[in-house]
Nanobody, 128 residues
Framework: WRLVESGGGSVQPGGSLNLSCAIS????????VGWFRQAPGKEGQEREG???????????AYRDSVKGRFTISRDGAKSTVHLQMNRLEPADSGIYYC???????????????????WGQGTQVTVSP
């Protein structure tokens, strides 16, 4: 299995980025996927959950601070999960990771410890 994030970069406040998580070795229709963030200066601490999507793609959830600005989606044909990030703020900066867990069938898993499979991360920097 492999999860590979891409699409990170440096943008000014108010800008946009579209992160992608390409998943191989796992059947996307059997896995819930989440995006997490490791904020600067918080290495070693638990990663913050940002957004989640279930295995069928019909349920999503967001951290309060990103609601209305971020959108999670999935492309089953390409086995890829996207995180469209608009109106970015400096507080959104950090390393973004995607993670996958076998479908819960119930409430979306939201904590770092709920997920087994992880990517290596992509850096997002928002600064003037």
């Amino acid at each position: 299995w492999r999860l590979v994030e891409s699409g990170g970069g440096s943008v000014q406040p108010g800008g946009s980025l579209n992160l992608s998580c390409a998943i191989s070795g796992l059947s996307l229709d059997k896995y819930d996927v989440g995006w997490f963030r490791q904020a600067p200066g918080k290495e070693g601490q638990e990663r913050e959950g940002i957004s989640y999507i279930n295995n069928r793609g019909d349920r999503t959830a967001y951290r309060d601070s990103v609601k209305g600005r971020f959108t999670i989606s999935r492309d089953g044909a390409k086995s890829t999960v996207h995180l469209q990030m608009n109106r970015l703020e400096p507080a959104d900066s950090g390393i973004y990771y995607c993670a996958a867990e076998y479908k819960s069938g119930g409430a979306l898993p939201r904590l770092e410890d709920d997920y087994t499979y992880w990517g290596q991360g992509t850096q997002v920097t928002v600064s003037p």
